[in-house]
C-alpha cells in the first residue's frame, strides 16, 4: 500500500489528472455524484475493504474547487483505512464529500438523494455524519438506505458520536504525557485546543476536569462563546493558538494545521488531537516533528473513538465491547510510540505500517 506524500501538487496539476491523484494512494472506487434537481453535487471515495465495508462519514464544505473536493476526498477515506484497521475493527475505509453550494437548499429531498447514491453502492459504502451534518440528517438518509450508521437513538442509532472521540482523543493525549513525563496526570498542563465543536468542547471539559489550563480558539464565535460560559478556559485569537508556550497542542477542527510554518510556531512538546489528517505532507512534517522533539500522536490512532461508536451500530456491539475497544487507544498509543522509538521513524510512519500489516495479513488470509 505505497502512498505519494508529496502535497504540493499544484491545483493545476491536480485538475489535469485525476487518477494521478486516485492511483497513488491505492483507492478502490471513487464515484462522482451530481443531482440537478436538488443541486446535490459531491464525491464518495472507497479506499479499501478488505477487513470489512468502507465506512465513514458525509461532510459538506465550501471547497474553493472540485479538485480540493477530491483531494479532501481521497486523504480522509485513507485515514478511515488505517483508523478502523488499527482499532481491530472489522471495516474499510471511505468517505463523502459534499460541495456546498449557499444556494442551495439542504432540505429532506437534497439529504433523501444522497441517501440514494449511497444505496447505489450496495453496502460496499457506510455513511455517517461529519463536519455539517449530524444525526438527523442521517435519519432522513437512513429513509433511502441502511447503509447509514451515526443515527439518533429514537431511530435506533447510538446517537452523537461526538462524546466517544473526545473520550479518545483524551485517552491518546494521556498517554502521550505519561510517554515524556512517566506520569499521565495532566495536572498543571498547560494545552492549547484549536476547535470547539462538538469534540473540541467536549475534550475540554475532560482537560479542565484534570486540572489542565486551556487555551483555546475557534473560527465559530457561537462555539467559543459556549466554551468559555461553560469552563474556565482562556481564548485566543486563531492565528496565535500556535505561538502560544503550551505542553500540547490538540487540533480539533480541519486537516493540515500541523505544516512548515506552524512547526516553527509551535512552542509545544506534544501534538495531541481530534482533527484528522493533520499533518500537511506526513513524509515531511512527521520526520520534522521527530528531529524536533516533538511528540506526535496520530490522529487516525486516537480520534477512532467515533468510528468504533460507528462499529458498534453496524454489529450491534455492547456497550461494554464498545468501550474496551476505546479504552485501548491508551495502550495502543503508547505500543505506537515505543515502535517509533525502536526503528527511529515517525510515529505516523510506525501507525500506517501497523495498520497496513493487519490489513496485508487478512488478504493472505482470505486468499
Given at each position: 500500500?505505497?502512498?505519494?506524500?508529496?502535497?504540493?501538487?499544484?491545483?493545476?496539476?491536480r485538475?489535469?489528472?485525476v487518477?494521478?491523484?486516485?492511483?497513488?494512494?491505492?483507492?478502490?472506487?471513487v464515484?462522482f455524484?451530481?443531482?440537478?434537481?436538488?443541486?446535490?453535487?459531491?464525491?464518495?471515495?472507497?479506499?479499501?475493504?478488505?477487513?470489512?465495508?468502507s465506512?465513514?462519514?458525509?461532510?459538506?464544505?465550501?471547497?474553493?474547487?472540485?479538485?480540493?473536493?477530491?483531494w479532501?476526498v481521497l486523504?480522509?477515506?485513507?485515514?478511515?483505512?488505517?483508523k478502523?484497521s488499527?482499532?481491530?475493527?472489522?471495516?474499510?475505509g471511505?468517505?463523502?464529500?459534499?460541495?456546498?453550494?449557499?444556494?442551495?437548499?439542504?432540505?429532506?429531498?437534497?439529504?433523501?438523494r444522497?441517501?440514494?447514491?449511497?444505496?447505489?453502492?450496495?453496502?460496499?459504502?457506510?455513511?455517517?455524519?461529519d463536519?455539517?451534518?449530524?444525526?438527523?440528517?442521517?435519519?432522513?438518509?437512513?429513509?433511502?438506505?441502511k447503509h447509514?450508521t451515526g443515527?439518533?437513538?429514537?431511530?435506533?442509532?447510538?446517537?452523537?458520536?461526538?462524546?466517544?472521540?473526545?473520550?479518545?482523543v483524551?485517552?491518546?493525549?494521556?498517554?502521550?504525557?505519561k510517554?515524556?513525563?512517566?506520569?499521565?496526570?495532566?495536572?498543571?498542563k498547560?494545552?492549547?485546543?484549536?476547535?470547539?465543536?462538538?469534540?473540541g468542547?467536549?475534550?475540554?471539559?475532560?482537560l479542565?476536569?484534570?486540572g489542565?489550563?486551556v487555551?483555546?480558539?475557534?473560527i465559530?464565535?457561537?462555539?467559543?462563546?459556549?466554551?468559555?460560559?461553560?469552563?474556565?478556559?482562556?481564548v485566543v485569537n486563531?492565528?496565535?493558538?500556535?505561538?502560544?508556550?503550551?505542553?500540547i497542542y490538540?487540533?480539533?477542527?480541519?486537516?493540515?494545521?500541523?505544516?512548515?510554518?506552524?512547526?516553527?510556531?509551535?512552542?509545544?512538546?506534544?501534538i495531541?488531537?481530534?482533527a484528522?489528517?493533520?499533518?500537511a505532507?506526513?513524509?515531511?512534517?512527521?520526520?520534522?516533528?521527530?528531529?524536533?522533539g516533538?511528540l506526535?500522536?496520530?490522529?487516525?490512532?486516537?480520534?477512532?473513538?467515533?468510528?468504533?461508536?460507528?462499529?458498534?451500530?453496524?454489529?450491534s456491539?455492547?456497550?461494554?465491547?464498545?468501550?474496551?475497544?476505546?479504552?485501548?487507544?491508551y495502550?495502543?498509543?503508547?505500543?505506537?510510540?515505543?515502535?517509533?522509538?525502536?526503528?527511529?521513524?515517525?510515529?505516523?510512519?510506525?501507525?500506517?505500517?501497523?495498520?497496513?500489516?493487519?490489513?496485508?495479513?487478512?488478504?493472505?488470509?482470505?486468499?
Amino acid at each position: 500500500m505505497s502512498v505519494e506524500t508529496n502535497e504540493m501538487k499544484t491545483v493545476e496539476k491536480r485538475e489535469s489528472n485525476v487518477f494521478g491523484m486516485v492511483e497513488p494512494m491505492n483507492h478502490e472506487q471513487v464515484m462522482f455524484f451530481n443531482d440537478k434537481e436538488t443541486g446535490l453535487k459531491g464525491i464518495i471515495a472507497i479506499h479499501n475493504t478488505v477487513l470489512g465495508p468502507s465506512l465513514g462519514g458525509c461532510r459538506i464544505w465550501n471547497y474553493e474547487n472540485e479538485s480540493d473536493a477530491l483531494w479532501d476526498v481521497l486523504r480522509l477515506s485513507r485515514g478511515m483505512t488505517f483508523k478502523s484497521s488499527i482499532s481491530g475493527i472489522n471495516l474499510g475505509g471511505g468517505k463523502a464529500v459534499i460541495i456546498n453550494n449557499p444556494k442551495i437548499k439542504h432540505d429532506e429531498a437534497f439529504w433523501r438523494r444522497f441517501g440514494k447514491f449511497v444505496d447505489s453502492l450496495n453496502g460496499k459504502y457506510i455513511t455517517a455524519e461529519d463536519v455539517g451534518t449530524s444525526t438527523e440528517v442521517m435519519s432522513i438518509v437512513m429513509q433511502e438506505t441502511k447503509h447509514v450508521t451515526g443515527k439518533p437513538q429514537s431511530a435506533g442509532g447510538t446517537g452523537d458520536p461526538s462524546p466517544i472521540t473526545a473520550h479518545g482523543v483524551f485517552l491518546g493525549l494521556k498517554a502521550c504525557v505519561k510517554e515524556l513525563t512517566g506520569s499521565d496526570s495532566l495536572e498543571g498542563k498547560k494545552v492549547a485546543v484549536q476547535g470547539v465543536g462538538h469534540v473540541g468542547h467536549t475534550l475540554v471539559k475532560h482537560l479542565v476536569e484534570s486540572g489542565a489550563k486551556v487555551f483555546v480558539s475557534d473560527i465559530n464565535q457561537a462555539n467559543l462563546e459556549a466554551v468559555a460560559k461553560a469552563h474556565p478556559v482562556t481564548v485566543v485569537n486563531p492565528n496565535e493558538i500556535y505561538d502560544q508556550d503550551v505542553d500540547i497542542y490538540s487540533p480539533c477542527a480541519l486537516g493540515a494545521t500541523v505544516n512548515t510554518e506552524t512547526i516553527a510556531r509551535l512552542k509545544c512538546s506534544i501534538i495531541a488531537g481530534s482533527a484528522n489528517n493533520q499533518l500537511a505532507d506526513e513524509g515531511v512534517h512527521g520526520h520534522t516533528l521527530l528531529d524536533k522533539g516533538i511528540l506526535f500522536a496520530p490522529d487516525f490512532l486516537i480520534n477512532a473513538g467515533g468510528v468504533i461508536n460507528c462499529y458498534r451500530e453496524v454489529h450491534s456491539l455492547s456497550l461494554e465491547k464498545t468501550q474496551e475497544l476505546v479504552e485501548n487507544i491508551y495502550s495502543r498509543t503508547l505500543d505506537i510510540f515505543r515502535k517509533s522509538k525502536s526503528e527511529n521513524i515517525p510515529t505516523q510512519e510506525a501507525a500506517i505500517n501497523l495498520a497496513v500489516e493487519r490489513i496485508e495479513n487478512a488478504k493472505k488470509n482470505r486468499n
